[in-house]
C-alpha cells in the first residue's frame, strides 16, 4: 500500500493498522475471531500498473463466513477500502464485502483481489460468485508473479441527476457548471451499487480535486452514493478517472471497479461512441497508478466486464 493510501485512511480513522493486526510471513495478516480462531488475511492490490499500483483490498477465504460484527471489526482493522469474505457455498462462492466502517453491496477491485486469492489456492478458473446485490463471476488466470483477472458486474442502470444533486456535488468540490462536459451529463449510475458520475471539460481541474471528508459523506450517505465518480474523457475510449469514498470512510480509492461497470454501462444508455470497451486510468493524482478495462455490449443494461492486473503484496 502507497504512503499516500496508507495516510488517507490511518488520518481518517486516527490509529495504526499495525497496532491491532499482527504480520503473518509476506503479504498476510491475521486476526482472532472470539479470542480462538486465527482468520487468514491476504493483502492483493487490484488493477495494478505492471509490479507497482493498484488498489490494495483484504481478502478472507473461511469455511463459514464470520459473524457480521467480526467482518466489519477485521476490515476496520485492515484499513483497506475493502475486505472481501468469502466461503463455499455449493458451487459458487458466497461473497460480502466490509469497508473500515459500513458493508457494501458490491466492490469491483476487491472481487479482483478475490479473484486472484481463488485462482491461485483452486487453479485458473471462472468462480461463481453469490452477493447480496445477486449472482457473478469472477475470473483468474496466474501469469508469474501477477494473475490477470476479470470481473462480470451485476446488471447496470443509469439515470440523469436532478438539480439539486448537481448543485451540491459541485459545492462540495468547489467547481462551476462550466466546468463539466457538457457531452456526459451528470448522471446516477448502479452496477451493483449507487454512483454519482460527474465528469469534467479538463484534466486539470480533476487533478487538482479536493473536498471537505465529513461534508462528503454526509452528502454520499445521505444521497445512497457508495462513490463519488470524478472524470475526464480524453478521448473517446480513454478516460481518467477520481473516485471519493467517504462513504464506507476513505477519503480516496485508486481503483474502482464497481464504479466503473457503472460509468460503462451509462457509456451506453447514452450512446456514446465507446466501440466495445473503455480504458480507465485511475490512481495516477494520488501517486498509485490503476489500470482498468471495461468491455461494453450492446444490450441495454448487461453485465460489464472489468479486467485487469492483480499483485500480491
Given at each position: ?13 486516527g ?20 479470542g ?12 495494478s500498473?505492471?509490479d ?40 459458487r462462492?458466497r ?29 485458473d ?8 446485490a ?38 462540495l ?20 451499487a ?84 473503455i ?22 443494461g448487461?453485465?460489464i ?8 503484496m
Amino acid at each position: 500500500m502507497s504512503n499516500c493510501v496508507a495516510r488517507r485512511v490511518d488520518t481518517v480513522h486516527g490509529r495504526s493498522r499495525r497496532s491491532v493486526m499482527a504480520r503473518r510471513g509476506r503479504g498476510a495478516l491475521r486476526s482472532r475471531l472470539d479470542g480462538r480462531v486465527l482468520v487468514h488475511v491476504q493483502r492483493i492490490a487490484a488493477f495494478s500498473n505492471g509490479d507497482t499500483g493498484g488498489n490494495p483490498a483484504g481478502v478472507v477465504i473461511a469455511d463459514q463466513l464470520p459473524a457480521p460484527h467480526d467482518m466489519q471489526r477485521i476490515a476496520r482493522e485492515v484499513g483497506f477500502s475493502e475486505t472481501a469474505f468469502a466461503s463455499r457455498a455449493g458451487d459458487r462462492w458466497r461473497v460480502r464485502y466490509f469497508s473500515p466502517e459500513a458493508e457494501v453491496p458490491f466492490c469491483g477491485h476487491a472481487t479482483i483481489a478475490l479473484g486472484a486469492a481463488l485462482a491461485t489456492r483452486e487453479g485458473d478458473g471462472v468462480f461463481a460468485l453469490q452477493l447480496d446485490a445477486g449472482e457473478i463471476s469472477v475470473e483468474g488466470r496466474r501469469d508469474g508473479a501477477r494473475v490477470a483477472a476479470a470481473l462480470q458486474s451485476p446488471p447496470t442502470r443509469s439515470g440523469p441527476a436532478s438539480p439539486g444533486q448537481v448543485a451540491a456535488a459541485l459545492d462540495l468540490f468547489g467547481w462551476a457548471a462550466s466546468d463539466l462536459d457538457e457531452r456526459i451529463a451528470p448522471a446516477c449510475a448502479h452496477a451493483g451499487a449507487d454512483h454519482f458520475v460527474l465528469m469534467l471539460k479538463d484534466r486539470a481541474t480533476l487533478a487538482a480535486m479536493r473536498y471537505d471528508f465529513a461534508r462528503g459523506q454526509a452528502l454520499m450517505r445521505e444521497q445512497g452514493w457508495v462513490t463519488i465518480l470524478l472524470g475526464h474523457a480524453e478521448t473517446p475510449q480513454r478516460f481518467h478517472t477520481r473516485n471519493p469514498f467517504a462513504y464506507g470512510g476513505v477519503y480516496e480509492d485508486p481503483a474502482t471497479g464497481a464504479s466503473t461497470a457503472a460509468l460503462a454501462g451509462h457509456l451506453r444508455d447514452i450512446g456514446w461512441p465507446h466501440g466495445g470497451h473503455i480504458d480507465v486510468h485511475q490512481g495516477d493524482d494520488m501517486g498509485v497508478p490503476s489500470r482498468l478495462r471495461a468491455e461494453i455490449t450492446a444490450s441495454p443494461g448487461a453485465s460489464i466486464r472489468v479486467s485487469g492486473t492483480a499483485r500480491f503484496m
